[in-house]
């Protein structure tokens, strides 16, 4: 498994894991109020699908990488694939982990 793979199976699973429980911050102008959104609610729910559908992607391209897709040059596989997982990987720009050469 690359590192561009792990980093991006790494935080699918923090995002999963903050699924069942996720807290804002709200600006009220003199006060602030934190906000917990619960498990069951439909922004929980969206987040665990779309986990579930990263996981899919990443296992597919790695699939790929790895030979099991006889069609196409081994350099075409591995040119689209390492391009899914990088715009994957883009989402988590900001994070400490997020090493430049893997930017779209």
């Not at 995002?15 to 709200?26: G, H, I, L, N």
Request: aromatic fraction near 8%; glycine fraction near 4%; charged fraction near 30%.
């Amino acid at each position: 498994m690359s590192e561009l793979t792990s980093f991006v199976l790494a935080r699918i699973a923090e995002d999963e894991a903050r699924s069942s429980e996720w807290t804002y911050t709200q600006d009220l102008g003199i006060r602030t109020r934190v906000v917990t959104v619960h498990p069951g609610a439909p922004s929980s729910a969206r987040v665990l699908a779309e986990c579930e559908a990263k996981r899919r992607i990443v296992s597919t391209m790695e699939s790929a990488i790895n030979g099991g897709w006889q069609s196409q040059s081994r350099e075409e596989i591995e040119f689209v694939a390492t391009r899914v997982l990088r715009a994957l990987a883009s989402i988590w720009r900001d994070h400490s982990d997020f090493r430049e050469e893997w930017r779209a």
